[in-house]
């Protein structure tokens, strides 16, 4: 114990790299390893944001913006709700639940946890990552999963788990990651927001790397620093080294410790490869053949140290094993698989993703054969691939999509527009539903040739996608079987997109919150009316231009079922009473921060019979009373937020959640 405080204490005096500097968004350090040869330990904060799927913030604000992130931490350690941070627009259960929700189109896709939101992140320095901190200061335990890019476009797992449910304390999140033998500065996080009770909010993101590779020397740490790094911890700590010992920071001024001691004695634990030699691997023929492949074989030296271990203690057994299997196969047996008639193993593959049909393609020319049928590829979600998604996997599945109806591209960017292009006239002709989300390629042209050969589409989703502009989004006006549009952070215009409601009279869901301040929601709204009568959802999240004419001409749409006018409203009079007494089919009514609602407006809601999720945070005339009523009448009821709703006093709350317990009941509560 003693030998354990005196390690400690020196660490203490240790000259520490300035991990919490709120100024320096990047620092060096330098580091011997041998009497010629150096490391720079580099400690830097995020520089630029490439990509995301959805902010909180609006386009033109500051406010729970995805740029938040960018820079050293402004709010940690404290804990609670901030603007200053970067939050996305969904958490829990509850929009999975909404008349709007996407249905996917090929689940057995999905690895256990699904990806719902990525920020892609730069860094000034490209480096080998060896520790990426995530800064969580409300509601943390969303993220998944880290990605790197390496200086060839292709993405790397660093670290992948599931969601967490942990204190609502602020976190230095530092997950262990996996070894990387390439220099990255691209991160991509990606968050699954199911288990969160409200919205994640992230202050920032360090990313600590070094400029030459380096490995522990002790192979009990199997080529691993973080294996090292944990090692060093239980040392420095006496705690039981343990896999997540990096993912809560109770003490966070002790968070770097073991990185600290890693540097004073980096030439007593670790050996170094140097650049050159590393970017000679990557360069040569043989990673160049291996092509995607090069993302499932270990990184550089241990698959080196492997495969060597393979040829010189385990060949043997190996080709002993694949005999007496062989031998067993030739005995004949009621189980053979093979011997089952076409109709069934079809039944089955209908129910395999997408890599295990490839891999049946693999196992002979019967496989092969059935493995590409037609009918298997009438539905593809190519979303959680999207980091192998490119023009060879698109030149791969074009001929088996004959049939394709149902398409998500999602996320996807390592191909080109004619190369998308070149697929849609081989497999789109069909195609009744397509997710282009988050497509950064997606431009004028593939507007144009979606016009041109997807006639039937009856879904197309296009949010995020920068690149359209209006003569882009006018050959839209060509279709006219649209019923689910999502334009989300879009720069479509009100002509346009009247155009295309006129043309789309099936319209029954339409997505256009986050788009440019010109959009004139009110016109919009009252082509809804004239010519989308089945409309179910509009989403109108700070679009800021939506007034009581717009709300009059939306209680005409009586089949809807979910309103979103967050941060949207002005001067809307007696209109929302007419259309909540209207519209008596409303499942999902967002009203967050509607200024001007009167109390005669919130008693309309009780009129609701049907509702389940209500949104009310910011509402000032909001009162005990009128909650109450609305508990009573709304007898499906599921969820609430009273979030900054001054007239209701947290003693009420806490009443309501033990009377109301299949309700759940969202208030802010923060501590600073």
Same mark, same amino acid.
């Given at each position: 114990?003693?030998?354990?405080?005196?390690?400690?204490?020196?660490?203490?005096?240790?000259?520490?790299?300035?991990?919490?500097?709120?100024?320096?968004?990047?620092?060096?350090?330098?580091?011997?390893?041998?009497?010629?040869?150096?490391?720079?330990?580099?400690?830097?904060?995020?520089?630029?944001?490439?990509?995301?799927?959805?902010?909180?913030?609006?386009?033109?604000?500051?406010?729970?913006?995805?740029?938040?992130?960018?820079?050293?931490?402004?709010?940690?350690?404290?804990?609670?709700?901030?603007?200053?941070?970067?939050?996305?627009?969904?958490?829990?259960?509850?929009?999975?639940?909404?008349?709007?929700?996407?249905?996917?189109?090929?689940?057995?896709?999905?690895?256990?946890?699904?990806?719902?939101?990525?920020?892609?992140? =730069?860094?000034?320095?490209?480096?080998?990552?060896?520790?990426?901190?995530?800064?969580?200061?409300?509601?943390?335990?969303?993220?998944?999963?880290?990605?790197?890019?390496?200086?060839?476009?292709?993405?790397?797992?660093?670290?992948?788990?599931?969601?967490?449910?942990?204190?609502?304390?602020?976190?230095?999140?530092?997950?262990?990651?996996?070894?990387?033998?390439?220099?990255?500065?691209?991160?991509?996080?990606?968050?699954?927001?199911?288990?969160?009770?409200?919205?994640?909010?992230?202050?920032?993101?360090?990313?600590?790397?070094?400029?030459?590779?380096?490995?522990?020397?002790?192979?009990?740490?199997?080529?691993?620093?973080?294996?090292?790094?944990?090692?060093?911890?239980?040392?420095?700590?006496?705690?039981?080294?343990?896999?997540?010992?990096?993912?809560?920071?109770?003490?966070?001024?002790?968070?770097?410790?073991?990185?600290?001691?890693?540097?004073?004695?980096?030439?007593?634990?670790?050996?170094?490869?140097?650049?050159?030699?590393?970017?000679?691997?990557? /360069?040569?023929?043989?990673?160049?053949?291996?092509?995607?492949?090069?993302?499932?074989?270990?990184?550089?030296?241990?698959?080196?140290?492997?495969?060597?271990?393979?040829?010189? =203690?385990?060949?043997?057994?190996?080709?002993? /094993?694949?005999?007496?299997?062989?031998?067993?196969?030739?005995?004949?047996?009621?189980?053979?698989?093979?011997?089952?008639?076409?109709?069934?193993?079809?039944?089955?593959?209908?129910?395999? /993703?997408?890599?295990?049909?490839?891999?049946?393609?693999?196992?002979?020319?019967?496989?092969?054969?059935?493995?590409?049928?037609?009918?298997?590829?009438?539905?593809?979600?190519?979303?959680?691939?999207?980091?192998?998604?490119?023009?060879?996997?698109?030149?791969?599945?074009?001929?088996?999509?004959?049939?394709?109806?149902?398409?998500?591209?999602?996320?996807?960017?390592?191909?080109?527009?004619?190369?998308? =292009?070149?697929?849609?006239?081989?497999?789109?002709?069909?195609?009744?539903?397509?997710?282009?989300?988050?497509?950064?390629?997606?431009?004028?042209?593939?507007?144009?040739?979606?016009?041109?050969?997807?006639?039937?589409?009856?879904?197309?989703?296009?949010?995020?996608?920068?690149?359209?502009?209006?003569?882009?989004?006018?050959?839209?006006?060509?279709?006219?079987?649209?019923?689910?549009?999502?334009?989300?952070?879009?720069?479509?215009?009100?002509?346009?997109?009247?155009?295309?409601?006129?043309?789309?009279?099936?319209?029954?869901?339409?997505?256009?919150?986050?788009?440019?301040?010109?959009?004139?929601?009110?016109?919009?709204?009252?082509?809804?009316?004239?010519?989308?009568?089945?409309?179910?959802?509009?989403?109108?999240?700070?679009?800021?231009?939506?007034?009581?004419?717009?709300?009059?001409?939306?209680? /005409?749409?009586?089949?809807?079922?979910?309103?979103?006018?967050?941060?949207?409203?002005?001067?809307?009079?007696?209109?929302?009473?007419?259309?909540?007494?209207?519209?008596?089919?409303?499942?999902?009514?967002?009203?967050?921060?509607?200024?001007?609602?009167?109390?005669?407006?919130?008693?309309?809601?009780?009129?609701?019979?049907?509702?389940?999720?209500?949104?009310?945070?910011?509402?000032?005339?909001?009162?005990?009373?009128?909650?109450?009523?609305?508990?009573?009448?709304?007898?499906?009821?599921?969820?609430?937020?009273?979030?900054?709703?001054?007239?209701?006093?947290?003693?009420?709350?806490?009443?309501?959640?033990?009377?109301?317990?299949?309700?759940?009941?969202?208030?802010?509560?923060?501590?600073?």
């Amino acid at each position: 114990m003693a030998a354990q405080e005196v390690i400690f204490k020196n660490m203490l005096s240790l000259p520490q790299l300035p991990l919490y500097s709120d100024n320096d968004s990047q620092h060096v350090e330098r580091v011997s390893i041998g009497k010629e040869n150096h490391v720079d330990f580099v400690q830097q904060f995020v520089k630029n944001v490439r990509s995301f799927s959805s902010q909180y913030g609006g386009n033109s604000s500051i406010s729970y913006a995805a740029t938040n992130i960018i820079g050293p931490f402004s709010q940690f350690p404290n804990y609670g709700d901030f603007a200053q941070t970067f939050a996305m627009r969904t958490y829990g259960p509850w929009w999975d639940k909404a008349p709007s929700r996407s249905i996917d189109y090929m689940p057995q896709n999905n690895t256990d946890v699904v990806s719902q939101d990525y920020i892609d992140i =730069e860094y000034h320095e490209a480096v080998y990552p060896v520790r990426v901190s995530i800064y969580e200061v409300y509601n943390p335990g969303s993220v998944i999963r880290i990605w790197a890019e390496d200086f060839k476009g292709r993405w790397f797992l660093l670290w992948n788990g599931p969601p967490q449910i942990v204190p609502l304390k602020s976190r230095i999140f530092s997950p262990p990651l996996q070894s990387c033998d390439f220099k990255t500065k691209l991160l991509r996080l990606e968050f699954n927001h199911s288990l969160l009770d409200y919205y994640t909010e992230i202050d920032a993101v360090m990313l600590i790397g070094t400029s030459e590779l380096i490995f522990p020397k002790d192979p009990v740490h199997n080529q691993s620093l973080t294996n090292l790094l944990i090692s060093i911890n239980c040392d420095l700590f006496e705690t039981p080294c343990r896999e997540d010992i990096h993912n809560l920071t109770p003490n966070y001024k002790n968070a770097h410790l073991d990185i600290i001691h890693l540097k004073k004695t980096l030439i007593e634990h670790c050996i170094m490869c140097k650049s050159d030699v590393v970017a000679n691997f990557h /360069d040569s023929n043989l990673v160049s053949r291996l092509g995607s492949l090069y993302y499932y074989v270990p990184p550089l030296k241990e698959g080196s140290d492997s495969m060597q271990r393979f040829l010189s =203690e385990e060949l043997s057994k190996f080709m002993k /094993d694949v005999k007496d299997s062989s031998d067993e196969f030739k005995k004949p047996s009621r189980y053979n698989f093979s011997a089952l008639p076409d109709e069934i193993i079809m039944r089955i593959l209908r129910n395999l /993703d997408l890599k295990s049909l490839c891999r049946m393609s693999r196992v002979n020319k019967h496989f092969n054969n059935l493995a590409q049928d037609h009918l298997l590829y009438t539905s593809l979600n190519l979303k959680p691939y999207w980091y192998v998604i490119n023009t060879k996997a698109l030149y791969y599945l074009a001929p088996r999509c004959k049939y394709l109806r149902r398409l998500d591209l999602s996320w996807c960017d390592k191909f080109s527009v004619p190369e998308l =292009e070149n697929f849609l006239v081989i497999c789109g002709s069909l195609l009744t539903h397509l997710r282009l989300n988050c497509c950064s390629c997606v431009d004028n042209n593939t507007m144009l040739k979606i016009s041109r050969i997807c006639k039937n589409l009856k879904e197309l989703g296009l949010r995020n996608c920068d690149l359209i502009k209006e003569k882009g989004f006018s050959y839209l006006e060509n279709l006219e079987f649209l019923e689910h549009l999502d334009l989300y952070r879009t720069h479509i215009n009100t002509q346009t997109l009247c155009k295309i409601l006129r043309r789309n009279i099936r319209m029954r869901h339409l997505r256009i919150g986050g788009t440019d301040k010109s959009l004139n929601v009110d016109e919009v709204a009252m082509e809804l009316r004239n010519s989308c009568p089945d409309l179910e959802s509009i989403d109108l999240w700070k679009t800021h231009t939506l007034t009581s004419q717009g709300i009059d001409a939306l209680a /005409d749409c009586e089949n809807l079922r979910e309103v979103d006018f967050g941060w949207c409203t002005t001067g809307h009079g007696d209109s929302f009473r007419r259309l909540f007494s209207s519209c008596q089919h409303l499942e999902k009514v967002f009203l967050i921060s509607v200024r001007g609602l009167t109390e005669r407006d919130l008693r309309a809601l009780t009129l609701c019979k049907n509702l389940k999720q209500l949104d009310l945070l910011g509402t000032l005339s909001l009162t005990a009373e009128i909650c109450h009523a609305i508990f009573v009448n709304c007898p499906k009821l599921e969820m609430i937020d009273l979030s900054f709703c001054d007239n209701i006093a947290d003693c009420s709350i806490q009443q309501w959640q033990q009377i109301y317990t299949h309700i759940a009941i969202k208030r802010v509560y923060s501590e600073r």
